[in-house]
């Protein structure tokens, strides 16, 4: 962090070319007087990417900049929208996620993961919401940020572990003086996603200006916005199997499907006598939301006061207390083995006699079973079968997230001298979120209400258990059968970060005998303590939940890291002819880490940085940089236990009937665990979600990054108030700590398949199911965890700004792009190295387009600005190595073991058409998303002295999303059969705020 007063800054208006490239590569501005007044309110002003306290010395790291005039214009409500929609950010949890959404917002900067980069406020790291050591977003005080400082590339010199991509800083206002208040309100043009802000900001000098005290409160309220309230996301649209209406939803459905020995899996028929192929499906659309429920109460102060003309004390304390509900489709069983007695009162005669033919029952044996109720009774039999059911009558699932959130600092900072300033601080955070899950069906209750053989009473004699009817319509399970099934679960999760810091800054008092500036340096040490837990009650633990989609076991960890840095910057030559600025720099970090655990880890990094610049003329300077940067496992890759969750996948290769004519895949299929009884048989994932196995490791170390860049920065003197900056960045990641997609684990096991794959470890660490299918007590895909991946991305960031006076108003032009070449990532050594630039699949989480940008055009006529702001996406299409994968598996399935072709009556997936059972290619109609452009029009005007009102329309023009279906993609990103966190799911929307000062 580099900071120097407004006074300095005066002082060094010599060079103002050389500090307005370093500060500014800036999102457009609809005026630059909001932004100046701000500037000279402010004592301080940070500068991100430097440790150094010297206005004169420009670092060499572009920084792009957003500032408050942009945030309201765009009336963004929450951090992470706004930093969402900036060119070059990949689109990560937040309001647009529901299944998936842990009850927080983060960042993914350059696709590389919101654990790759830090979100700062005023340059210091903040307590994270979880293990993974995120930072919320939703802690945000929006309504305090002066601007917000995007930095790319490993950042790890100046902010220790973790910034690999880089950092996103929060630079607050300072010194406020005054009332201010801000309302805001925002609805959808459908009337509904009714979205409420408002904020009160106070503060004072006292003292003779010698302090100043602010003090801000904020609270949001959110509604949610559902899935079925949109015509294009009302019905679940099969990505595999487009023309197929009986598959358009989930197989856990209402009437049941169970699975019937030698048969395969059928539904309970409309009359209820007997077991049918498919016929119904559950859309489960209507009840999810593109726009989570969200309410915020927040509070932010702060203070500073100088003790004397050489030491300043300063203070802060954060406070937000946020809720957030996600909301899905009810509960029920979900592929879940149960035990049945032949005499369940709610058994009819034709699916027992189906079940008794099944398991080699006589007519007189099934006869005598249906009337044994007695389990001591030598008739008294029972059948085990799998349970598809949804309960529909218990209403939908919500996952209610309660965070309280507080970090507070206090710190002191001074001069020694005139070439000499130090700064000492603390700071303590704690944040506690409580998940209450809301809505479940307890898949115990399930099997010990099935084991009934009376309506009123259960086997086990408790007074409690209410025998459940599964066999009938919607509506058969009681609301006293569902007060019995139904259960609520929490989960709380406490994270910890203490930390301290100490850094003398200045400069030696020496310059280079062709430059003016001396040689500035910064050096210090920093530790940090983190600590992380998670307590679930037995519910959560034991995975009783139905449809949880994994247990939740109880982990607890931290670690320490002491650091000691240093940093350097020397100005070479000043003011020379073909050099009016050329100027160099470096700097390292030692980090030594010890994680608490019994076997106690340790490791030791260093991470360092070159970096330079180069002004020929004072219109035109380049830069470059380059930089080893780490990131240490965090709390969640250390210890949490291997445990069974859901990742996504669309097609199984041993489902259908493919293994009946390939040996190879038959026994590949046994040796996972498929009952021989259902070769031929087994259920594709339901709802493209399979099991999967994975958890921590003690033994990852940091993963390391290379990281380099090079740009320049254009001021003409002929064209006054214009500026450009263009900049290219290369990203790589080795050893880094990451788990195989769901495709690396299919491929790795299901291609070139030959006689001894059945005993491969890649096939044998996958597990199945009783009923042969990756869902229900599957272990599923194995995907561990470990220090083998690789991860690249490169790229060019270009901005352009101008703003001209005209007679009769203002013209403010602002354009921020970003073109993504690669973005590359290999799990493991073994698996595909691959591109996920341009494209979606499940091995491609959130969609980052191979170019985007965002320009604004800004007129300004005296106290009014009318603004439009043009945003545009490029096209995307399936992820083409995902498509070669099934159609590979496809040509695979429509062949026997010799390579014969099959007939078509037997093929998985005759002629790719995904309208078959086999459904394994993605239909043609989902495989691609033409280019994308919003446009949204805001006008603010000064009403008065102490009243500013702005009023924006976005996606004015109501465009709507690309349709795909809701398999093509991870569940997260990919809902409501479209990518409602990378286009815009809810419509034309208006907001209105009014800001006060006084």
């Not at 041993?654 to 299929?669: D, F, I, Q, R």
């Not at 290379?706 to 450009?724: E, I, K, Q």
């Not at 010799?898 to 078959?916: E, F, R, S, T």
């Not at 009403?943 to 569940?971: A, E, H, Q, R, W």
């Amino acid at each position: 962090m580099k900071t120097f007063s407004k006074r300095a800054l005066l002082r060094a208006s010599a060079a103002p070319a050389i500090l307005g490239a370093s500060l500014i590569a800036t999102a457009a501005f609809a005026q630059d007087a909001p932004q100046a007044a701000d500037a000279e309110a402010a004592d301080t002003i940070i500068v991100t990417g430097s440790l150094i306290k010297n206005p004169n010395l420009a670092q060499s790291t572009p920084v792009l900049a957003t500032t408050s005039d942009e945030i309201d214009l765009r009336q963004s409500n929450n951090a992470e929208q706004l930093l969402r929609e900036i060119p070059g950010v990949v689109p990560s949890i937040g309001s647009a996620v529901n299944n998936g959404n842990g009850g927080a917002s983060t960042l993914n900067l350059r696709g590389l993961g919101s654990n790759r980069n830090l979100v700062l406020v005023d340059g210091r790291r903040m307590v994270p919401y979880g293990l993974g050591g995120v930072f919320d977003l939703n802690n945000i005080p929006l309504a305090l940020v002066e601007r917000v400082d995007v930095l790319t590339g490993g950042a790890s010199t100046t902010y220790g572990a973790d910034a690999i991509a880089g950092v996103a800083n929060f630079i607050l206002k300072k010194d406020f003086s005054g009332f201010e208040a801000n309302l805001s309100e925002q609805l959808t043009d459908d009337g509904d996603g009714n979205t409420f802000r408002a904020d009160v900001t106070m503060g004072a000098n006292f003292d003779d200006g010698r302090g100043n005290a602010v003090f801000s409160i904020g609270y949001q309220e959110v509604d949610p916005v559902y899935q079925g309230a949109r015509s294009f996301s009302s019905t679940y649209l099969e990505s595999y199997l487009a023309e197929c209406t009986s598959c358009q939803g989930s197989g856990t459905s209402t009437p049941t499907r169970m699975s019937l020995p030698g048969v395969g899996t059928r539904q309970i028929s409309a009359d209820g006598n007997s077991l049918v192929p498919t016929y119904q499906t559950y859309n489960f659309n209507p009840y999810n939301i593109f726009q989570t429920p969200f309410k915020r109460f927040n509070m932010f102060g702060s203070a500073n006061y100088e003790i004397s003309d050489s030491v300043k004390a300063y203070t802060r304390g954060m406070f937000s207390k946020n809720t957030v509900n996600t909301i899905i489709a009810p509960s029920g069983a979900f592929a879940l083995s149960v035990v049945i007695p032949y005499s369940n009162p709610y058994l009819t005669d034709g699916i027992r006699n189906q079940f008794c033919n099944a398991n080699g029952l006589t007519t007189a044996q099934c006869s005598a079973a249906a009337a044994a109720t007695d389990p001591t009774s030598a008739d008294y039999r029972t059948f085990n079968t799998t349970i598809s059911r949804r309960a529909v009558e218990a209403g939908p699932r919500i996952s209610e997230f309660k965070t309280t959130f507080f970090d507070y600092a206090l710190g002191f900072q001074g001069d020694i001298g005139s070439h000499l300033s130090w700064d000492v601080g603390g700071s303590y955070g704690e944040s506690e979120q409580v998940q209450t899950q809301k809505g479940y069906t307890l898949n115990s209750r399930f099997r010990n209400a099935l084991l009934a053989t009376n309506t009123t009473t259960c086997l086990d004699g408790s007074e409690t258990c209410v025998p459940v009817n599964i066999f009938g319509p919607t509506g058969s399970i009681t609301q006293d059968m569902v007060d019995y099934l139904s259960a609520n679960s929490q989960i709380t999760t406490k994270t910890t970060l203490a930390q301290a810091h100490a850094t003398l800054s200045g400069d030696f008092g020496v310059t280079s005998p062709l430059a003016s500036n001396p040689i500035g340096f910064a050096v210090g040490g920093e530790y940090r303590k983190y600590t992380a837990s998670i307590e679930s009650d037995l519910l959560s633990q034991a995975n009783d939940l139905g449809g949880a989609g994994g247990a939740q076991p109880n982990v607890n960890g931290g670690f320490d890291v002491y650091e000691a840095y240093g940093e350097l910057i020397a100005p070479l030559i000043e003011d020379r002819p073909f050099a009016k600025l050329l100027s160099v720099g470096a700097g390292v970090r030692y980090s030594s880490y010890s994680v608490d655990a019994p076997t106690s880890p340790s490791y030791d990094t260093w991470t360092y940085k070159f970096e330079g610049s180069w002004a020929p003329v004072a219109d035109l300077k380049f830069r470059g940089n380059y930089s080893r940067a780490v990131r240490a496992p965090n709390v969640s890759e250390l210890f949490t236990p291997v445990t069974v969750g859901l990742t996504n996948l669309g097609t199984d290769p041993c489902a259908g009937s493919a293994p009946l004519a390939n040996a190879n895949l038959a026994a590949v299929c046994l040796a996972q665990g498929a009952p021989a009884s259902t070769i031929g048989f087994i259920d594709q994932p339901s709802a493209a979600q399979a099991n999967a196995s994975n958890g921590g490791n003690l033994n990852i170390k940091p993963e390391t990054s290379d990281s380099w860049g090079v740009g320049a920065t254009f001021t003409p003197t002929f064209l006054p108030g214009f500026n450009a900056t263009i900049d290219y960045y290369n990203i790589k990641v080795k050893n880094a700590i990451t788990s195989p997609t769901p495709g690396d684990a299919i491929a790795a096991c299901f291609d070139n398949l030959t006689a001894d794959s059945a005993s491969k470890p890649a096939c044998t660490s996958i597990g199945r199911s009783e009923d042969g299918s990756l869902n229900g007590t599957a272990t599923g895909l194995y995907l561990p965890l470990s220090n083998t991946g690789r991860l690249k991305t490169d790229g060019i960031d270009l901005s352009l700004n101008y703003k001209h006076e005209f007679d009769f108003a203002t013209l403010t032009l602002g354009f921020n792009g970003n073109w993504t070449n690669s973005s590359k990532f290999q799990a493991l050594p073994t698996s595909l190295n691959r591109d996920c630039v341009g494209y979606y699949s499940v091995n491609c989480a959130s969609i980052q387009p191979k170019f985007q940008w965002s320009q604004r055009t800004t007129f300004t006529f005296g106290d009014v600005d009318l603004s439009l702001l043009w945003r545009h996406i490029n096209k995307v299409k399936y992820e083409p190595a995902q498509l070669q994968a099934d159609m590979d598996a496809a040509e695979a399935l429509n062949r026997d073991e010799d390579g014969n072709l099959l007939p078509v009556a037997d093929q998985g997936c005759p002629d790719y058409a995904g309208a078959d059972e086999g459904g394994c290619v993605v239909d043609s109609q989902f495989r691609k998303i033409k280019s994308y452009d919003y446009f949204d029009l805001t006008a603010r005007a000064q009403v008065s002295d102490n009243v500013m009102l702005t009023f924006t329309v976005m996606n004015m023009f109501d465009k709507k999303p690309p349709i795909l279906g809701g398999s093509v993609g991870s569940t997260s990103y990919n809902s409501g059969n479209t990518y409602p966190s990378t286009y815009d799911a809810l419509g034309r929307k208006f907001a209105v705020s009014a800001k006060m000062k006084f």
